[in-house]
């Protein structure tokens, strides 16, 4: 009866994929709050961490392209990326500073923003998570949190998921 065994893991990761973590209905969480953390203060000194998606990891960046059109002429999405976690982090530091409340700051913090969830589920809604989650048609960042996770869990309790191919 593998219902009655859970397993909990807790996950590193950008908000978008914890949107996705949270559709599953037979788990609880526990996520890092953007209404409470007061990302300028916290011991974080005003530095949002952001999650750097993983088709970018790859690429060579050459150069520094100053404005948006050279980034859209040259092709550069990824330091595109990076100027709009900049401007995004500059944003929600300034509110805060004219006085915004951290659940009102956040209202400009992207999906990329850094989060940290607590999941747990019983092993039978894990082997569904896993056939849902490490599938080829899964979001890349979430296959990149999925597959080692499920990799591992193969060789800890091998009979309830080597039957789950990736």
Request: hydrophobic share 40%; charged share 25%.
């Amino acid at each position: 009866m593998i219902e009655f065994f859970d397993i909990t893991v807790k996950f590193v990761c950008d908000r978008g994929v914890s949107h996705e973590l949270v559709r599953h209905r037979i788990a609880s969480f526990a996520q890092e709050s953007t209404r409470y953390v007061n990302y300028s203060k916290d011991n974080l000194g005003g530095d949002l961490h952001f999650i750097i998606p993983e088709w970018f990891k790859n690429e060579q960046q050459e150069g520094l392209i100053l404005t948006k059109q050279d980034l859209v002429a040259e092709n550069n999405e990824e330091l595109l990326w990076k100027i709009a976690m900049i401007s995004a982090e500059e944003s929600y530091n300034t509110l805060i500073e004219k006085g915004w409340q951290p659940q009102q700051a956040r209202s400009v913090l992207p999906n990329s923003l850094k989060t940290e969830i607590n999941v747990k589920m019983n092993l039978r809604e894990w082997r569904y998570f896993f056939k849902l989650r490490t599938a080829q048609a899964a979001h890349p960042q979430m296959k990149e949190l999925t597959i080692p996770l499920l990799k591992e869990l193969q060789t800890k309790i091998p009979i309830i998921f080597d039957d789950i191919n990736v």
